[in-house]
């Protein structure tokens, strides 16, 4: 995993207090986004997973995770 997309998302989700979903990490070329999640958390970043439902290109209802910082880390 490279340390720059960590770091990346590190910064982002204490900016955006949003957090990040895959799509807008895969904007970012982060195409790993919930093993870069795995190891904010193992550094010690309190990231909650919210569970979203929208409907996709087709008009089915689909749900995608958002991940949104609470706390900890550096």
Request: glycine share 12%; hydrophobic share 30%; charged share 30%.
């Amino acid at each position: 995993m490279d340390s720059s997309q960590i770091d990346f998302v590190g910064k982002y989700i204490k900016r955006h207090k949003r957090g990040i979903s895959s799509m807008e990490a895969f904007g970012f070329g982060i195409t790993r986004l919930s093993a870069v999640i795995y190891i904010l958390r193992d550094r010690g970043y309190q990231i909650e997973s919210e569970w979203r439902t929208c409907k996709n290109r087709y008009g089915h209802t689909t749900r995608y995770v958002r991940y949104v910082y609470r706390g900890g880390g550096k």
